[in-house]
């Protein structure tokens, strides 16, 4: 009997290391979004949606040719939920950061100019960085 009441006392301390250990597997940090450039995975206004994470605490975003706003601000991040707060409006958006991409949550968020996220949307991390439309256009004209 002591033996059984050892053994799933082994069992319980090694399926609780194991648990915690991927926890913090899955956190995040802020080496994890620092200068990366992540694009909605639906249509923008008229191009492509880019969310950019600079490494000085500012962000820009930039919802597409019909837009003339670029959007831009500071950012937080509190645990994996990655706060935007646009300083020329009244804007705050939150998103839960995910290994490489953001998803838009919507309770608490402001929403974007001329674009509708809505909760639940991805916004995919890109090797380009900043607007992307501008390499979209560069490439374009390359290939004519």
Request: proline share 0%; aromatic share 12%.
């Amino acid at each position: 009997m002591k033996k059984f009441l050892v053994l799933i006392l082994v069992f319980a301390m090694v399926l609780l290391c194991s648990c915690c250990s991927a926890k913090k597997e899955e956190s995040v940090s802020t080496q994890d979004i620092l200068g990366k450039t992540y694009v909605y995975e639906k249509d923008g206004a008229g191009g492509a949606f880019t969310i950019t994470v600079e490494e000085d605490g500012t962000f820009t975003y930039y919802a597409g040719f019909l837009s003339s706003y670029i959007g831009h601000g500071a950012w937080t991040l509190e645990g994996d939920r990655l706060t935007l707060k646009d300083v020329s409006y009244d804007i705050v958006n939150h998103f839960e950061v995910k290994k490489d991409r953001l998803v838009y949550l919507s309770e608490g968020s402001s929403g974007f100019m001329y674009v509708d996220v809505s909760d639940g949307d991805v916004f995919n991390l890109t090797d380009k960085k900043g607007t992307v439309f501008i390499d979209d256009i560069e490439s374009d004209i390359g290939e004519r």
